[in-house]
């Protein structure tokens, strides 16, 4: 993620993520009032364009923090079936999941998946 803040008055300020500046997968200005999506794949995640036109005015945004208290307790609670190499399984993703509960998805695949 990138935060842009060069000057008061410029309008390139904000915040954005996914490519280089200018060809963001989204880009959002600093009131939150307008977003821009490149019509292109962005470079990092190679999505296509996330909204039906390029900018886009915002509806509302939700951020969401997590204490490092927090993380890092999630991170050396202990796990049951440690001899499994799962992603569910994986300390590392216990604060991802509890960002993803926080906005109301509590399912989760439960197909193995060794290569994360």
Known sequence: ??????????????????????????????????????????????????TDTEEWTIDGVEAYALHPETVESLSKAPRKGTERNSCLQNPANDADKLLLGLHGIYDFDSQEQPEC
């Open 1 to 50: 993620m990138y935060l842009f803040d060069s000057h008061p008055l410029v309008d390139k300020n904000g915040v954005g993520m996914g490519g280089q500046p200018g060809h963001f997968g989204w880009f959002i200005d600093r009131w939150l009032e307008k977003g821009k999506c490149c019509g292109v794949r962005c470079a990092t995640f190679c999505n296509p364009r996330l």
